[in-house]
Structure formats: structure tokens, C-alpha cells
């Protein structure tokens, strides 16, 4: 990868070689989840981190998060440098883990109820933020289920929640693991549609995590694609199809090249990852 | 009659099929009523005796709803406290299973001798033998948690209290009324076998009485107050379970 370093400075998201272990113990060993990542993230882009699994594209986005501090590296979001969980993103995973006990509304409210400063005006500002999380369910095309239970609605309108869910908070970062991952192939692509225009009003930056190569080159401004053990960024690919991007582009050539590129990558990857299994 | 009427009356018949069965073996086989007396002996007996046999059996209920009310605090604090531990969990877990192997009516001649023949054995069995069914439920709703969600909440800066008391304890909730039901019944228990050698009052009293006075018609009806107490008790929590956590029971969490 080649990254011009003048790009760091102005970097929403920026990583600076860095390397993850597990523990201490693996740390002596050199064994590294992810190794030497750098990466630039412009404010408002949306990138996708494509990868076979168990990659650390997860730990990638516990990096990004503050969730897990890097072993050696330096993590900067938004020109500050990340020394503990990031209350300016949002997360959201194949599995929608809404709360059963709670209605669609509440399960979308409950992030404010935690977060600061809305944890503590919560109580006076119920109304507005209950408004608030209706419209951003009606932009999803949830619009009349704020008191249904999450056992009522299918598993697409449960991703939607969840999306929601990570959303209400106004993050200026939204990070979505396999977020699709589980949905049929035409509610994913629905769901596609829903998150672009999402991005696309809101203009926060999205890091997603998949291994849906059409979903990553779809959505994102810049394709990333991770090798295995160790976690490494081996390919950075700009997509450059203009936008807005209807679901029709997925059928032109210059949509499918772009996917049978990547695909050549990882295959490439996973036959030299095998050849070095075999060699060790 | 369709297929959940017959669920419920199901029960019902079973029971009378059980009485009039054994009324006839009795009736039949002219069974002396100092063996094995007739459900008719027993009925009579529970009539004659009725004003004692209440007496006996709100002493009996008393005493275990004061039992189980001490379970429940001790279960859900411990619970509480393991489940939300590791540390907590590692040091007292295996303590805990040691102690609820051991026999319960074995405690009950050292507590005699702590507070003396009466209430305090009875009350202490009863919550001895109960609350550790309310712990182990506490502790594992709270401990079955997704990663997932706890990184959403942890990323916004959630502590552990927030994630316990907003998402471990609203879904402990099932497993906890759960463990109410099956806990009331052994309450139960506690308070009876205590009541058999340490009082002078409570249906274990009067069993242990009537039997010495071979009056089998009134052991019989000792056993039959405290099964339907036992009985009651469990719907009452079955039926509070089912209206408070309804969300549990839709089967639709997480397939």
C-alpha cells in the first residue's frame, strides 16, 4: 500500500503502524492479530474491509473504537489520539441484539439513555429524542413501528432497528460488522440502498466490515482488503463509480471488473496463505 | 373439545381418575383405615379436624413465606454479586454447590440447638433449602450477555453497572421468576421436615403427631394441605411470571 504521508494530517480516521497482540503472552512470541496497519480515512468516507474470516477484520473495528488498545501504533480519530472507548461512533453487528423486553423505540432510545451529555437530560428531553428516534425509524421505512416489539418484526426490520439503534446518538463514525450478513440476498440489497442513503444525508463516516465483495464495492469510497494470520491491509482500492449509485450499476461491467479484481486478490491471498500453512 | 381444553381439564381428570381408583382398592379390599385410609376416611378427617388442621397449616404457610422472602433477598444479592464477578463466581461457586449437596434436615438439629424448638429452625430450612435456585437463576441471566451488545454500550462509554442494571437484570428477569416456582415448593419442604423434630405447631408437628396416635386419616390430610399450599403458591408465581415477562415466552429471541 502507498499512502502519501501529507494525507495524514487532515485524516479523520488515521492509523499509524499499528500492531496488535492478544496478550502479553503472544506479544513475546511476535504473534500479532493485525500487523503494521496504516490507514487514512477522509472526513465523511466510506471505506469497507474486506477479508477471508478470522482476518481481525473485528479487531480492526475494536481498534478503531477504543475498545482495545494497540500493542505498538498510534490511533488518531478526529486529530484527537484514542485512549478509550469512542463515544462518537456507533456499532452495529450481524446479530440486531435488540433487547426482547423493550419496544422498537425504546431498544432505538437506549444508547441515549447511556451516552453523555443526553444520559443526563434524558428525563426533560424524552419527547424530542422520542421524536428524534421516529424519524430516523421512518427514514429507514420503519415509520408506525415505534411500539412493536423486536419479536414482531423480521429480521430485516430488526437489522434496520439496530442500525438505528447506533444512529441515534448522531455518531460522527458508524462501524457495522457483517452487519447484512444473515439477511436474505434481496432484503441485503434493500438494506444497501437504505444504509447509501443514509450516509449520504447524514454524511457520517462508515467502516464496514464484510465479506460480501458486491456489498463492499456497492457501498464504499475505498475498498480495503485484509489477508489472514497475520491481519494485514495488503490491497487499498479506490471505487470510483460515480454516485449516486442506483442498484442497477451492479450489473454493468465496470461495477463486476471492479469485483472480479478484488476477488483475484483474495484468491491469490487465500492460495499463498495455504501454501504457507502447508510450509510450516 | 379441541386440543388446549383438553390440556387443561387433563390434570383435573387424572386426579379424580387417582381418587376413585384408590377408593375402590380401598373399599374392595376392605383396607384397614390404620394402614392406608380412604380418600372418604381422609375427607372426613380433614372436616372433623379442620379447625386444628388450619391452625397447623398457616403456621406451616407463614413461616415458609417468611423463609422464602429471606431466600429470595440472599439469592438475588449473591446471585447478583457471582454473576456479576468473575472473581466473585470463581471463589464462591464451588462453595456453594458443596453446600447445596448437603442435606437440609441435617441442619436442623444444630439450628435447634442455636435458637431452640420453634420458628427460627423452621424459618432458617426453609430459606436454606430455597435460595439457591433463586442465586444459580440470577447469576445466569446475568451472565449470558452477547459480546455484541456490550461492545455497543461499552463504546458509549456504558460501565458495568449500566449494562448489568439496563440489559442483565431485565433479562435475568425469566430465569428469576423461573427459579421462584421451583423454589416456593422446596420452601416447603424445608419448613415440613424442620416442623417434624423442632415444633410444636405446623403441619410437620401434626404429621408427626397423628402418626404416633396411628390417626392416618389426619397424616393423610397434613400431607394434602401442604401439597395444595405448595400447589398455589407455584400458579401464583407461574401466573406472575407469565404477565411480567411475557417478551420470554414468544419464542422468537435470537432463532
Redesign the interface.
Known amino acids: 500500500m502507498s499512502d502519501t504521508p501529507a494525507a495524514t494530517d487532515t485524516a479523520f480516521v488515521d492509523f499509524r503502524k499499528v500492531w496488535l497482540a492478544y496478550n502479553e503472552d503472544l506479544h513475546a512470541k511476535g504473534i500479532f492479530a493485525v500487523e503494521d496497519i496504516n490507514l487514512q480515512v477522509q472526513q465523511g468516507e466510506f471505506i469497507a474491509i474486506v477479508g477471508p474470516s478470522g482476518c481481525g477484520k473485528s479487531t480492526f473495528m475494536k481498534l478503531t473504537t477504543g475498545l482495545k488498545r494497540p500493542s505498538k501504533g498510534q490511533i488518531f480519530v478526529d486529530g484527537k489520539p484514542v485512549d478509550g472507548p469512542l463515544k462518537i461512533s456507533g456499532m452495529a453487528f450481524q446479530a440486531p441484539s435488540l433487547l426482547p423486553w423493550r419496544t422498537t423505540l425504546d431498544n432505538v432510545l437506549l444508547p441515549l439513555e447511556i451516552v453523555e451529555p443526553h444520559r443526563s437530560q434524558f428525563k426533560a428531553k424524552r419527547k424530542e429524542y422520542e421524536a428524534r428516534a421516529s424519524a430516523l425509524l421512518a427514514s429507514v421505512g420503519l415509520g408506525g413501528m415505534e411500539q412493536k416489539f423486536p419479536w414482531q418484526l423480521s429480521g430485516g426490520m430488526q437489522q434496520r432497528a439496530s442500525i438505528c439503534r447506533a444512529l441515534i446518538h448522531e455518531p460522527k463514525m458508524l462501524l457495522l460488522d457483517e452487519p447484512f450478513g444473515a439477511l436474505d440476498a434481496f432484503t441485503r440489497e434493500e438494506l444497501w440502498c437504505t444504509l447509501r442513503d443514509l450516509q449520504a444525508a447524514q454524511k457520517f463516516n462508515v467502516i464496514l466490515v464484510t465479506h460480501d465483495l458486491r456489498e463492499s464495492v456497492f457501498l464504499a469510497d475505498t475498498v480495503y482488503v485484509m489477508s489472514k494470520g497475520p491481519g494485514r491491509f495488503v490491497v487499498k482500492r479506490h471505487i470510483d463509480l460515480p454516485r449516486p449509485r442506483d442498484l442497477e450499476i451492479t450489473y454493468t461491467p465496470e461495477f463486476t471488473d471492479i469485483v472480479h479484481e478484488l476477488r483475484g486478490h483474495i484468491g491469490a491471498m487465500r492460495k499463498t496463505g495455504a501454501s504457507a500453512a502447508i510450509s510450516q | 373439545m379441541n386440543r388446549k381444553q383438553q390440556e387443561a381439564w387433563a390434570p383435573w381428570v387424572l386426579m379424580a381418575a387417582t381418587i376413585i381408583i384408590w377408593q375402590i382398592i380401598c373399599s374392595a379390599f376392605n383396607v384397614s383405615e390404620f394402614i392406608f385410609p380412604s380418600p372418604m376416611r381422609i375427607l372426613e378427617q380433614t372436616i372433623e379436624h379442620s379447625s386444628t388442621i388450619a391452625g397447623h397449616a398457616w403456621r406451616t404457610f407463614w413461616v415458609t413465606m417468611v423463609g422464602f422472602a429471606i431466600a429470595i433477598v440472599v439469592g438475588v444479592l449473591l446471585g447478583f454479586l457471582i454473576g456479576s464477578s468473575r472473581l466473585a463466581y470463581a471463589a464462591m461457586y464451588p462453595l456453594m454447590t458443596a453446600f447445596n449437596a448437603l442435606p437440609k434436615a441435617a441442619f436442623v438439629p444444630i439450628l435447634v440447638v442455636w435458637f431452640g424448638i420453634g420458628v427460627g429452625p423452621a424459618v432458617l430450612t426453609a430459606f436454606l433449602i430455597s435460595f439457591f435456585p433463586i442465586m444459580v437463576n440470577i447469576a445466569t441471566g446475568l451472565a449470558t450477555l452477547?459480546p455484541?451488545?456490550e461492545?455497543?454500550?461499552?463504546?458509549?462509554?456504558?460501565k458495568r453497572w449500566?449494562v448489568l442494571t439496563?440489559?442483565g437484570l431485565?433479562?435475568s428477569?425469566p430465569y428469576f421468576y423461573g427459579s421462584l416456582k421451583v423454589a416456593i415448593t422446596l420452601a416447603f419442604v424445608g419448613t415440613t421436615v424442620s416442623e417434624m423434630t423442632a415444633s410444636d405447631r405446623g403441619i410437620g408437628y401434626l404429621l408427626i403427631s397423628a402418626g404416633s396416635s396411628m390417626q392416618m386419616g389426619l397424616a393423610f390430610s397434613g400431607l394434602l394441605v401442604v401439597g395444595i399450599m405448595a400447589m398455589l403458591m407455584y400458579e401464583l408465581f407461574s401466573y406472575v411470571e407469565k404477565h411480567t415477562?411475557a417478551?420470554?415466552h414468544?419464542g422468537?429471541?435470537?432463532e
Open positions: 452477547e455484541e451488545l461492545d455497543v454500550l461499552r463504546v458509549l462509554g456504558a449500566d439496563k440489559v431485565p433479562r428477569m415477562t417478551w420470554a414468544r422468537s429471541q435470537g
